[in-house]
């Protein structure tokens, strides 16, 4: 498999058939993401040891994606700080939790409160000065300092390739489900150096965009 973040790993949607019934549609997850984006954090912050993740208990594949990031976290030697975010209401929590634990970076997953509250995660991030890698693009474009997972963007053109098919008559079920398998990495430099950070030319170079 090729490094995290190179172009080589961007395919588009290549599409999977499932079993029949009346589902479809377009696939964001997959679970090995986090662990990578915890590699390439690290490969942007090495001295971090304590990474505070963002996860929400009640989205059912959360258990799938923590799973997978648990053993990269051991063989990168980096304490995970779990920390329960299912509303808005969680997050001051969440952040007085960072702070008692002394946790030197953040790792968000992919999850719909993380995406609608991104404003408060990334403001709070850059207050305190810590390090955050998000799972859109969006979270970047407003800020953030990195990301890495697929593009929200293409998946709802997809999505809407979907409907369109279905409204001219398509039944749902015949339909394979769409899985994202283009992943991009973006790394936004202005934030970088507000947080008084060095990115390794190395890894600027496996960026699929760099915000200056």
Request: glycine fraction near 6%; aromatic fraction near 6%.
């Amino acid at each position: 498999m090729p490094p995290p973040g190179t172009r080589s790993e961007r395919e588009s949607f290549p599409a999977w058939r499932g079993r029949g019934g009346n589902i479809t549609g377009v696939s964001l997850l997959n679970a090995e993401l986090s662990g990578k984006a915890l590699q390439l954090l690290r490969e942007a912050v090495p001295a971090v040891s304590r990474v505070a993740v963002f996860w929400n208990s009640e989205n059912p594949l959360h258990r799938q994606v923590r799973a997978a990031t648990e053993p990269a976290a051991t063989a990168l030697k980096v304490t995970l700080q779990l920390l329960d975010v299912r509303d808005r209401d969680d997050l001051p929590k969440a952040f007085d939790a960072m702070a008692r634990q002394r946790a030197e970076a953040l790792l968000v997953f992919p999850d719909p409160v993380t995406l609608a509250h991104r404003k408060p995660i990334i403001a709070h991030a850059a207050r305190v000065r810590l390090p955050a890698m998000y799972p859109f693009r969006e979270m970047v474009d407003e800020g953030g300092l990195m990301c890495y997972g697929p593009s929200l963007a293409e998946s709802g053109r997809a999505a809407s390739d979907y409907v369109d098919k279905i409204l001219k008559g398509a039944t749902p079920g015949t339909l394979p489900i769409a899985q994202a398998t283009r992943f991009d990495l973006l790394i936004n430099l202005k934030t970088a150096e507000a947080l008084g950070l060095t990115i390794p030319p190395a890894l600027l170079l496996r960026a699929d965009q760099v915000i200056h």
